[in-house]
């Protein structure tokens, strides 16, 4: 299988699957010298593991990283630094009805269809639970990151129906919620809403939003390697997004010109601007404004309701999915896009190093 790689001196590869014995991943291109330990990975995890709240699946998995290589007497060492989960709550049985037919809305079939074989217990390595290498390989991304002055995080912004009030916005809520919503009373709405979906057996979607406040102008590059476009394919990669926003997004098509421009201004901070429509980037640069990216999340294809399908023998049936499902993966998708954003304005940022002439010359002569 190719594609289990990302970036490119920030590297991350991840492997695993959501029943095996274990899942990680392997970081290379960290510095030497940062100050890094468990815990510090631990924090991110916490945020994605299954079982927190009542809008999880009820999976308990305490997801405890082990710090393998890369790591000497609390400092990173610049070599590979590679990660593990164990796996400890799997339960297989729950997967056996589906063993040889294919799920509504996961990837069962068209990963059969490539492969000619799949692992049909909780997905295999289509499963979300694949995102504990990015999570964690996002962590040291994000402390790299502090260090530069630059600020990652991400949010709920809708669940079904419901949106946040923008006015209302509450930074902490994201961490206290279990929406992960800046918008307690808009989380408190969204909780209702999932209620009541629950009663009927179903799940839903929602929005999900990431900001990178410090980064400085010029990141990234104007043709392949756009920030922008980057950003995108990091996000659209993350399972059950569908679509991807910059900034404004798919609101600017419907503006004049004279309405989306963003003016610019000097001023003893520099050269700013009056409004960010674009979100950040420029010709595929970054252009010193906050970084805006936004993702659509479908709803959890596994529902408890009957279902039309179609089994490995051509046959049509019906099947009602048993096991342990989120009604809703947005709340714990959040750390996931902070994670993987963070990955990618890093990368951005090491590959920008060697951009100019006059900088190498001063990283090296002084």
Not at 141 to 152: F, M, N, P, Q, W
Not at 171 to 179: E, Q, V, Y
Not at 219 to 243: C, Y
Request: with cysteine; proline share 4%; hydrophobic share 35%.
């Amino acid at each position: 299988m190719a594609g289990n790689s990302f970036g490119n001196i920030f590297r991350v590869t991840t492997w695993g699957e959501s029943h095996g014995k274990a899942l990680g991943v392997v970081v290379d291109g960290v510095p030497a010298g940062l100050a890094l330990c468990e815990e510090d990975i631990q924090l991110f995890l916490d945020r994605r593991k299954p079982g927190r709240t009542d809008i999880s699946t009820p999976r308990k998995e305490d997801d405890q990283v082990e710090i393998l290589s890369g790591v000497f007497e609390g400092k990173t060492t610049g070599t590979s630094l590679s990660m593990l989960v164990r796996n400890t709550s799997q339960n297989s049985r729950d997967y056996s009805q589906i063993a040889d037919c294919y799920r509504p809305g996961h990837a069962d079939y068209s990963f059969d269809a490539k492969y000619g074989f799949r692992d049909y217990r909780g997905g295999g390595r289509s499963s979300g639970r694949e995102t504990i290498g990015r999570v964690a390989a996002g962590a040291v991304a994000s402390k790299i990151l502090k260090e530069l002055g630059i600020d990652v995080y991400a949010y709920t912004t809708a669940i079904g129906p419901v949106s946040i009030n923008r006015e209302h916005f509450d930074r902490s809520a994201i961490l206290s919620t279990p929406t992960a919503m800046p918008d307690t009373a808009a989380s408190d709405q969204a909780l209702a809403y999932l209620k009541e979906a629950r009663a009927n057996n179903d799940s839903m979607g929602g929005v999900m939003e990431c900001t990178v406040t410090g980064l400085p102008a010029g990141v990234g590059d104007p043709v392949f390697e756009k920030l922008d476009a980057n950003l995108a394919k990091a996000v659209m990669s993350i399972g059950a997004v569908k679509a991807v926003e910059i900034g404004d997004g798919c609101a600017v098509s419907t503006r004049y010109g004279s309405e989306n421009n963003d003016s610019f201004f000097a001023d003893e901070d520099g050269i700013r601007k009056v409004t960010n429509h674009a979100g950040g980037t420029l010709g595929g640069l970054s252009d010193g404004a906050p970084v805006i990216v936004r993702a659509y999340v479908k709803p959890t294809p596994s529902i408890f309701q009957t279902q039309h399908t179609v089994n490995q023998a051509g046959e049509n049936i019906e099947i009602a999915i048993k096991g342990r499902h989120d009604p809703i993966i947005v709340p714990r998708a959040v750390v996931v896009m902070e994670c993987m954003t963070s990955l990618t304005v890093l990368d951005a940022l090491l590959m920008n190093m060697s951009a100019r002439m006059d900088r190498i010359v001063e990283f090296y002569r002084s």
